[in-house]
């Protein structure tokens, strides 16, 4: 992990900046109650933290309930059209790499009709940050479903059951040979405020996929992870470096069998030194750590996981983009106008 | 035996073989020296739609042609003099294109029982002795044996000896033409620079095939096109994609604003990706994207930023892209987008010309959405209007088609090209930085011409959103307002409507001013129609040809033109797209159509006789 200058905006001189100085003077449009409050505070909190002068944000959006998000920040920002963010993104990032790019995507935009633009944008490696607002439904359209509602889902457009088996995006992510992937939640605000700060800090493409209750449509779908009797039993925190424990009073862990992941029981035949130690620089295990995707409204599956799945940076687009523009400057100079007009063969009429 | 040498005021020659024979290089090395030679002209590539079809068949042969002459050129001519073809499909092919008498240079061993076979010819075909039969000059050269015969020494694999069968044919069209050998030797041995021996053999079989023109009694007669009144300045031969290429490059140097070049490839545009992505060091950024979308919103992403925003492709990939066309268009921001047409509809026939997506340009899009098209008229023509439409999309604020066609993208012809410093300068207008307790930034303030200031990230206090949702006037936040919705959509419409304030006017290009018949051209059809025009007047019917480059919006005075002819007839290559416009905008006057949808440009002939026509109603 790189560590990004710790110095915050507001520091020349000037009182540094708060939260709210980053809320734009528009009223905030979403129904009552959506978890998309809480995240817009968490991001308005975080940016004074960045180190990144309030005219260099950009927030770029597509459609849906999630892409009205760039209205009510006080940066500079784009709502755009539906699934196209991470390619306007990209066209900014590279031609403006010193700008701290965001991204403001729903589970629609981004695995629907935008799926083609996020999983390149992901094995390019742009440095933008991807923040996935994910409530398994569709919010804006009134209540069809969506690219990662459940299998049987009753909704406006399923009324038997949803056929459609939903997109996994941590596996998507991995797949696509993301370099970042993290997994946070409406419900655990400082968390996710945490988790936004490692997905900035990622140089290159960092997909953060936020679990964000609809209240209207989809209310509760996640209640599994956040119900505070339940919680400790399905969600997981991953730490660097720690081994993965979860359960009331910590007492169960995963531990590796060969390649198969398994719950145990800590006591008597497991201690945490049997338990798998969370590495997020570990490719297969970030894979497999993908696969926790059980259906946790049972008992007994694998627990979700929350928090940085994996962290490794390699060379990002737009920074070789530039390199190459360097080089090429180098190599022949800058361009001569004149000299591209001619061409290589001319000759002269008297 | 001495052999006359003919004088000729034009002429026109047709290289034709198979894929793998080297004709487009002949045919390019063959301009180059008439360029040199001070001859005008025009050519135009005809290539496979197969990368590799099989070899030796009809569908894999690559053609290439060339009409040049000691008087001025406007079109690669309706139909050739002289047939070059290196076997038997290139003659099946191609012989539709010889004019009668014409003559037809045939590589003899291109014509053996399995090339026939190949070519679809009958068992009882001879298509060479047929040919002659019907009234062609053939000259046959067994070039491969002559070939290989002038490289016995060369010490190189039968495989490299015969690549330099095409060198052969055009050192003997040299001698028959009277040129120089000079400029394709330079040409060669700087191409082979790492392979002498492979220079070598080239520049050999070149000038065995000039001395074999002059050593054998195949032909009675040479040629010679003496060179061109052409005004006096430094040339370069261009085609219409090099030439856009180099109008962005000289829109990026005159406006002081990075180009950034979001794409996908698609013929025939992709040629315009290959020559911006060689000029990183002109301040220019390429970016192959994964789809048509992400090409054009990639753009529009860099246009946020700051940077020229461009992208390019064809109807199809336009299709794809209206979407992202129109937020441009609503966020107002400075996007050039380059159509270069091909025949459609659908995947249609990529490597073929047509003028079909005029209307797609003009409106094509959902909602009211407004935005300038212009079109060039011929090849070198796509470097001044890709710079108008660079500066029409900068200055004003708006995205820009430039609708270029295959024909002039690929034809080429000789440019007088300007001096950079010649060039005016496009003058970009941008919002001020600003401090805390200024007025508030209204990023949708216009000036005069309705052009709003370009507010980039970076800049202090600017922080402020655009988006694809109707704005309010001014503060361009969120309105649903009704007379707002009405107001914003009118103001857009004039905002483009005023670009024909700064814009040149309606040209007559060839005939009287005013008069009995006006011919009213767009894009690719310049040079037939100026052709036709001129020959007409010549043989003493009055025409004259006024050729429309800004479409959207139309130039100021084009009804005053019109209103100085009787007959006004719109050719098209297209079912009648322009004339719609006309008719819409102009409804005084009568417009008659004369449209051909072959996927080839009119044929000279074929628009006089239209014109001829016309001038009776």
């Avoid at chain 1, 129904?31 to 909190?45: A, E, M, S």
Wanted: net charge negative; glycine share 8%; proline share 5%.
């Amino acid at each position: 992990m790189s560590v990004k200058t710790t110095s915050k905006n507001g520091t020349n001189g000037q009182p540094k900046l708060k939260g709210k100085d980053f809320a734009s003077d528009q009223d905030v449009r979403w129904c009552p109650g959506c978890g998309d409050y809480t995240i817009l505070k968490q991001v308005q909190n975080l940016m004074p933290e960045l180190g990144v002068p309030k005219e260099n944000i950009a927030f770029i959006a597509g459609i849906g309930c999630s892409s009205r998000f760039p209205y009510y920040m006080d940066t500079f920002g784009m709502h755009s059209i539906h699934g196209r963010a991470p390619a306007i993104a990209t066209g900014l990032k590279v031609t403006r790499p010193e700008l701290s790019v965001w991204v403001i995507t729903g589970d629609g935009d981004s695995l629907s009709i935008g799926g083609n633009h996020l999983i390149h944008a992901l094995r390019r490696n742009v440095d933008i940050n991807i923040l996935l607002f994910n409530n398994e439904i569709y919010g804006l359209t009134k209540g069809q479903y969506s690219p990662t509602s459940k299998e049987g889902m009753v909704t406006k457009s399923t009324p038997m059951g949803s056929l459609d088996h939903p997109f996994n995006p941590a596996a998507l992510a991995i797949g696509a040979d993301a370099g970042f992937f993290a997994r946070a939640m409406d419900r655990d605000p400082k968390h996710l405020n945490d988790i936004m700060a490692r997905t900035h800090e990622h140089k290159g493409t960092a997909l953060c996929e936020i679990y964000q209750n609809c209240i209207v449509f989809n209310d509760g779908a996640f209640e599994v992870y956040t119900d505070k009797q339940r919680r400790s039993e399905t969600a997981l925190y991953l730490e660097h470096g720690k081994p993965l424990v979860f359960g009331n009073d910590s007492d169960k862990g995963i531990r590796l069998d060969g390649m198969r992941p398994e719950v145990v029981k800590l006591g008597d035949e497991f201690s945490e030194s049997d338990l798998w130690v969370h590495d997020e620089k570990d490719h297969f295990k970030a894979y497999l750590l993908s696969r926790f995707f059980e259906d946790n409204r049972h008992e007994d599956r694998l627990p979700r996981p929350f928090g940085v799945f994996y962290d490794v940076e390699r060379p990002t687009y737009d920074e070789m983009v530039n390199l190459q523009v360097e080089a090429a400057v180098k190599k022949m100079g800058k361009g001569n106008l004149d000299e591209l007009l001619a061409g290589s063969e001319t000759w002269v009429v008297r | 035996m001495s052999v006359r040498i003919q004088e000729k005021e034009d002429v026109t020659i047709r290289f034709a073989g198979d894929s793998g024979d080297g004709m487009q290089l002949t045919g390019s090395q063959f301009t180059n020296t008439t360029a040199l030679a001070g001859n005008d002209l025009s050519t135009l590539p005809d290539f496979p739609a197969e990368i590799r079809a099989p070899q030796g068949t009809v569908a894999g042969v690559s053609g290439f042609q060339i009409h040049f002459g000691s008087k001025a050129i406007h079109t690669p001519g309706d139909s050739c003099d002289v047939l070059v073809v290196m076997n038997a499909a290139a003659l099946k092919a191609n012989l539709k294109y010889l004019k009668a008498g014409g003559i037809i240079i045939a590589n003899e061993d291109g014509f053996g029982k399995r090339d026939l076979n190949l070519a679809k010819y009958g068992p009882e075909d001879n298509p060479l002795d047929q040919v002659q039969t019907s009234g062609f000059g053939l000259i046959r050269l067994d070039v491969t044996k002559l070939t290989r015969a002038s490289l016995e020494d060369s010490g190189l694999p039968p495989k490299d000896v015969d690549r330099c069968k095409n060198m052969f044919v055009l050192g003997v069209i040299y001698w028959l033409f009277s040129r120089d050998l000079q400029p394709t030797i330079t040409f060669v041995e700087k191409k082979f620079s790492k392979k002498p021996e492979i220079a070598s053999a080239n520049v050999t079989a070149l000038k065995a095939g000039y001395a074999y023109g002059g050593a054998t009694e195949l032909f009675s007669e040479r040629y010679s096109v003496q060179a061109a009144q052409i005004e006096p300045g430094t040339y370069r031969n261009i085609t219409g994609n090099e030439a856009a290429v180099i109008g962005l490059a000289a829109a990026t140097e005159k406006s002081g604003r990075d180009l950034f070049l979001g794409t996908y490839p698609i013929t025939p545009a992709s040629d315009i990706l290959h020559g911006l992505s060689k000029l990183k060091n002109y301040n220019i950024r390429t970016f192959q994207a994964e789809d048509e979308i992400a090409a054009v919103t990639s753009a529009i992403g860099a246009a946020f930023g700051g940077s020229l925003g461009v992208t390019s492709s064809s109807g199809p990939g336009i299709a794809l892209k209206t979407e992202a066309i129109a937020l441009a268009m609503m966020l107002e921001l400075p996007l050039v987008i380059i159509n270069v047409q091909r025949a459609g509809p659908s995947t249609g026939m990529p490597t073929k010309t047509e003028q079909s997506d005029l209307l797609q340009a003009v409106y094509g899009r959902a909602g009211e959405s407004p935005l300038a098209v212009v079109a060039p008229a011929s090849p070198a023509d796509c470097f001044e209007m890709i710079f108008e439409a660079s500066r029409i999309a900068l200055e004003h604020m708006i995205p820009v088609m430039f609708l270029s066609d295959g024909y002039i993208a690929n034809g080429a012809e000789p440019w007088k090209f300007p001096k950079a410093e010649d060039l005016k300068e496009i003058k970009v207008s941008f919002a001020e930085p600003r401090e805390a307790d200024d007025e508030a930034f209204l990023p949708y303030l216009r000036d005069e011409r309705l052009v709003r200031k370009w507010a980039v990230p970076g800049t202090k206090g600017l922080e402020h959103r655009i988006g694809g949702l109707e704005k309010e006037d001014k503060t361009g936040n969120i309105s649903y307002d009704p007379d707002n919705h009405h107001k914003m959509t009118l103001i857009r419409a004039q905002k483009r409507d005023n670009i024909a304030n700064f814009i040149p006017e309606q040209q007559i290009e060839e005939g009287p001013e005013s008069g009995k018949i006006l011919v009213v051209g767009w894009g690719s059809t310049f040079g037939s129609i100026k052709a036709a025009v001129h020959e007409l007047n010549r043989s003493g019917l009055s025409a004259a040809h006024t050729h429309i480059r800004y479409i959207s919006p139309f130039p100021k005075n084009l009804a005053s033109v019109f209103s100085r002819f009787e007959v006004i007839l719109v050719p098209e290559i297209n079912n009648g797209q322009l004339i719609k416009l006309l008719r819409d905008q102009f409804p005084e006057f009568t417009f008659h159509g004369y449209n051909r949808i072959t996927g080839v440009p009119f044929s000279v002939s074929s628009l006089c006789d239209a014109i001829e026509r016309a001038s009776k109603f």
